[in-house]
């Protein structure tokens, strides 16, 4: 992929620009646990047809809302920066960086629009994120990380008025 086609974010199996997994699939697993539960008035039949209707029409707002920022560009970027920042330590790699980073620049693409709105979240869901992973960062390592991307991320959408 060249540089001026880092913004395309092309679709694995399509090649079609634009793909938002991410966006995507948070929209389509929040779509289908509303989809479900409403759906359940009406019993277990219900509440299936609920969790499927819940999951496109969420797969599909997810989208909506990724098509503002590229993942596929935020990766790129951080890799090629992340040990040029102050919240560097020697003798960590991308590896141990990329899921503070990825938390941040998600975060924001999900529409939190202030950074205090995710940030006690994360510190209480980072220990599994850091096991899941395999970073080596505590919490208080990773935080700055985070908000660095998420703080990127938001330069893009206060620049574009997007959400």
């Known amino acids: 992929m060249t540089t001026g086609d880092k913004n395309l974010n092309l ?10 997994p991410v966006g995507t699939g948070v929209g389509a697993g929040g779509g289908a646990l509303a989809g479900a539960a409403a759906g359940a ?9 609920g969790a ?22 935020e990766e790129a970027y951080w890799k090629g ?53 395999g970073s080596r960062l505590k919490w208080d390592e990773a935080e700055p990380a985070a908000r660095a991307a998420w703080d990127r991320a938001n330069q893009y959408y206060v620049f574009n008025k997007q959400e």
């Open 52 to 73: 499927v209707v819940g999951a496109v029409a969420g797969g599909l707002a997810g989208h909506s809302v990724a098509e503002g920022l590229n993942p596929t560009a």
């Open 81 to 133: 920066a992340y040990d040029k920042q102050d919240h560097y330590r020697e003798g960590y790699t991308y590896d141990d960086y990329a899921p503070a980073y990825r938390a941040g620049w998600e975060s924001r693409a999900a529409g939190h629009d202030r950074w205090e709105q995710v940030r006690d979240d994360w510190s209480q869901r980072w220990d599994g994120v850091q096991r899941q992973h």
């Open 11 to 20: 679709d694995p199996i399509t090649d079609e620009p634009g793909a938002h």
């Open 41 to 49: 008035i009406g019993g277990p039949v219900g509440a299936a047809v």
